[in-house]
């Protein structure tokens, strides 16, 4: 089991940028996929973007593409997600998540996080 904890959520501007992390402890991150899913109120659990467990391959939402970016730092267990150019339907709370294979399905994913709120105003 690997226990994943989300930081970094915040409210911003629209136009603004945020970076949302997700420290990983027990079970070897580096060798699970990781992905970044939100929900927004009323809303259904979504993709946002899916990373291999050696970085070579990246998956984004095509909302997403182009303005956030999701990284990996296995040297310290950790996940990122770079967001730029936040517009205010990108409110949602944020999760990670750690799968077998880097996919788009929130069932791939074994374990999550609690969540990270980002608030973007308009």
């Known amino acids: 089991q690997v226990q994943l904890v989300e930081s970094g959520g915040r409210l911003v501007q629209a136009g603004g940028s945020l970076r949302l992390s997700c420290a990983a402890s027990g079970r070897t991150f580096s060798n699970y996929a990781m992905g970044w899913f939100r929900q927004a109120p009323g809303k259904e659990r979504e993709f946002v973007a899916a990373i291999s467990w050696s970085s070579s391959n990246t998956l984004y939402a095509d909302s997403v593409k182009g303005r956030f970016t999701i990284s990996r730092d296995n040297a310290v267990n950790t996940l990122f997600l770079r967001m730029n150019n936040l517009k205010p339907e990108d409110t949602a709370v944020y999760f990670c998540?750690?799968?077998?294979?880097?996919?788009?399905?929130?069932?791939?994913?074994?374990?999550w996080g609690q969540g990270t709120q980002v608030t973007v105003s308009s």
């Open positions: 998540a750690v799968g077998r294979r880097w996919t788009t399905l929130p069932t791939d994913y074994g374990s």
